[in-house]
């Protein structure tokens, strides 16, 4: 897939999302919301269209579907990623050191768990 045509596709998942957010607001109430009228919410949700764009470019996606997938992610992503801090790290689970790692021997370290709770048990077997 080229990147013009990945960029496109992600920024079609993104603009598709707005739409369902309008059309489920339109239901829900009968009537937009102000903030749709407002030039500056279209000028914010036109930059973030475009952002899932490049964001689906930068994650080089197999497919159309995927690019889609990525396109509706965005605001998740970026979410995730503006939340993010240094001692939560995008890493996965299995890859997360344990935090007590002085004290425990190497077989000790796949009974641990992640720091969202999650156990790492049987993690060191699948590296």
Known sequence: MSLTVAFLWGSFGSLATEIVAIMKTYRQYGR??????????WIARSTLIGIAGGLTVAFGPASPLHAIYIGMATPLIL?????????????????????????????????TTAPDGRSLAGSAARN
């Open 79 to 111: 979410e995730r990623l503006i939340t993010a801090t240094p001692d939560q790290p995008w890493v996965q689970a299995s890859q997360a050191p344990p935090s007590t790692s002085d004290q425990m021997s190497p077989n000790d370290r796949s009974a």
């Open 32 to 41: 937009l919301p102000k903030r749709y009228r407002s030039v500056w919410f």
